[in-house]
């Protein structure tokens, strides 16, 4: 056999065995997630990972442009005579169709999967707005929905088909996600650290809740023991003192991704000197700034730092050279937990 003879029985033989493969695949439609509540880049990175968790899946045909202008909106996502419309537009047997809601910090999204064959499979579900959580929360969920499938490769729609017409919501109510699940949380930190008054180095241990009041701001309210070893300071007093302060106060949150900084202030107040004639309160007020660091949506690190001052009139009778008031500065860190 020739060169020649053989690369045209190799090309004959090749197409044949994609005509073959064609004739049984499969063909989907992909629109872009429908939504008003996110941006479109947003829809667009979501969009990105549905069409990557299903890359993994064997050929599909590549379905042709509609054959003519129609609307693709909300109420066609939960529509199954709207999504056979869509499907038989672009000659394929299946659709996967969404939208997509804000929920604080997450993101709740519904999928629907029109098997051309079948009734409509249905997923609603709520995932961090962080995409390398999201893309492993989508894997299996796409999979589910796509089960005794044979898909590869993906057909979106032309861009003129998806500019929604109607709000998303307009048809039958999306479920309400769990409670815990909802973006704006309860936060508990523990954290060890330093402060410097004077000459007292104070070795800090305390804990602090963050209670939700509305999107990005939280109430704060902690306990820290200051502890402090004597037999380092020259005032003639040997041992440890420690002193519990209390804080109460706000702090703003910036950002919804794996590192959240934010801006907070609070008042703080100590009893610091007791016995049989009474006790002395210190307090004053101090600013913050820190950042979450979130190894996943519950658990995370954070870095704390708080300047401020406060007033305690028995301060000078604690340790020579001491002030009625003086500077407060704070450096901690530690462990968040998110319930």
Known sequence: M??????????????????????HAQTIALPPLLGEEVTPAERSAIHHLLFTQIESFPTLEAVSSLAGPTTFDSACVTDHACLSVVAQLHHAEDVLAGRVRRRGTYLEIELTYHDGDGPDRRETFVVPDDPSVMSHTLEPLVRKLLSELALDDIAPLPPWLTQPSS????????????????????????????????????????????????????????????????????????????????????RMGFGKQVVRPYLGADFVAAVYVWGPDGVDWASGGRVRIGVDILSTPHIGVNLNGALGAWYGGSWPAVSPGLETVRLLPQINAGIIFSP
């Open 2 to 23: 020739s060169l020649a003879s053989f690369g045209r029985m190799a090309i004959i033989t090749t197409t044949g065995l994609l005509v073959a493969a064609s004739a």
């Open 167 to 250: 709000p998303l919501g307009s048809t039958a109510p999306v479920p309400e996600p769990p409670e815990r699940t909802r973006g704006h949380t309860t936060q508990l930190a523990l954290r060890i650290g330093v402060s410097q008054y004077y000459t007292l180095t104070f070795i800090t241990v305390g804990s602090e809740v963050a209670v939700p009041l509305r999107e990005g701001a939280w109430l704060t309210l902690g306990v820290d023991s200051y502890s402090v070893d004597r037999d380092n300071v020259d005032d003639g007093q040997v041992g440890w003192n420690t002193i519990f302060p209390v804080n109460v106060g706000m």
